[in-house]
Nanobody, 119 residues
Framework: QVHLVESGGDLVQPGGSLRLSCAAS????????MGWYRQAPGKQRELVAT???????KYADSVKGRFTISGDSAKNTVYLQMNSLKPEDTAVYLC?????????????WGEGTQVTVSS
């Protein structure tokens, strides 16, 4: 079984920055992509940014130019650098990994880390 652990969430003032991390652990697996999603109270979960093993990235329009996703494949870790944070960025941020064991695909979610942007 593969586990994802997110970290880096915090309370930050508008205009501030945070860096989230998501590390995958387990055995006998590979990852073809990782991504960040977020869910605010009363709202649907939404895509924030994704990163494929080939280095392709995708961002939600609301975070383009402010957030940057990056990864360390050797550590099975993905990062989300968040700058110029706004109150509307407040949410639980969850990591998703496209995990493969042989030819079987296991989309795997972390438990999330809380980001609160408030003065």
């Amino acid at each position: 079984q593969v586990h994802l652990v997110e970290s880096g969430g915090d309370l930050v003032q508008p205009g501030g920055s945070l860096r989230l991390s998501c590390a995958a652990s387990g055995s006998d697996f590979s990852i073809s992509g990782m991504g960040w999603y977020r869910q605010a109270p009363g709202k649907q979960r939404e895509l924030v940014a994704t990163l494929t093993s080939g280095g392709s990235t995708k961002y939600a329009d609301s975070v383009k130019g402010r957030f940057t996703i990056s990864g360390d494949s050797a550590k099975n870790t993905v990062y989300l650098q968040m700058n110029s944070l706004k109150p509307e960025d407040t949410a639980v941020y969850l990591c998703l990994a496209d995990v493969w064991r042989g030819f079987r695909y296991y989309p795997t979610w972390g438990e999330g880390t809380q980001v609160t942007v408030s003065s």
